[in-house]
């Protein structure tokens, strides 16, 4: 997915306003199992994902819970290093050799300063991802295990032949006999 399709689906920009944003924005390829934001770190940049499979996890007493994956077109942030400049909670490492839009957070911030237009646009980023955080806990809280399946086949059809069978389980918060329960039923 291009970036400028990627920038205008947040938030709509002229040729103006988009050519700002390019100007900041590097496309870098990351190899795959690469660490791209880290938990207990300040995240100077943001990504927005070209190509590949990222997922998001933090560690809770040695165990690594998965809290999403990350598609074509989506946003790779920690939302405490993008608002506040301190360290987020949240790993991504990718799963898959990706390629990557990278934006320094800095810029970001002094093109918001100038341009009311491209503030206007990352006020609207910061809105979708509280929502995305907003749509994850809604997920684990009032969905069943199968519902979470469903909803992630949905986005992501071949998924299970691109994402370890583990990681699927603990995001939908299950074990991986459960899961190939589920995946028996689907058939």
């Given at each position: 997915m291009e970036f400028r399709e990627i920038a205008n689906?947040?938030?709509?920009?002229n040729d103006e306003?988009?050519?700002?944003?390019?100007?900041?924005?590097?496309?870098?390829?990351?190899p795959k199992?690469?660490?791209?934001?880290?938990?207990?770190?300040?995240?100077?940049?943001?990504y927005f994902q070209k190509d590949g499979i990222c997922r998001i996890y933090y560690h809770k007493i040695e165990k690594e819970i998965i809290l999403g994956f990350t598609f074509p077109g989506e946003v790779l942030m920690s939302l405490n290093s993008y608002i506040h400049q301190q360290p987020g909670y949240e790993t991504i490492?990718?799963?898959?050799?990706?390629?990557?839009?990278?934006?320094?957070?800095?810029?970001?911030?002094e093109l918001y300063q100038s341009?009311?237009?491209?503030?206007?646009?990352?006020?609207?980023?910061?809105?979708l991802e509280a929502l995305k955080?907003?749509?994850?806990?809604?997920?684990?809280?009032?969905?069943?295990?199968?519902?979470?399946?469903?909803?992630?086949?949905?986005?992501?059809?071949?998924?299970?032949?691109r994402i370890k069978l583990g990681y699927i389980a603990s995001y939908l918060g299950i074990s991986q006999v459960t899961l190939s329960r589920i995946r028996g039923i689907k058939r």
């Open positions: 689906s947040i938030y709509p920009m306003q988009f050519s700002l944003l390019e100007e900041i924005c590097e496309l870098v390829e990351v199992n690469t660490t791209v934001i880290y938990a207990d770190k300040t995240s100077p940049f943001l490492q990718t799963l898959e050799k990706s390629q990557l839009y990278r934006l320094s957070i800095q810029k970001l911030q341009h009311t237009s491209i503030s206007n646009w990352g006020r609207r980023l910061a809105e955080i907003e749509e994850r806990l809604m997920l684990r809280l009032f969905r069943s295990s199968y519902e979470s399946y469903e909803e992630l086949l949905k986005k992501a059809p071949n998924i299970t032949n």
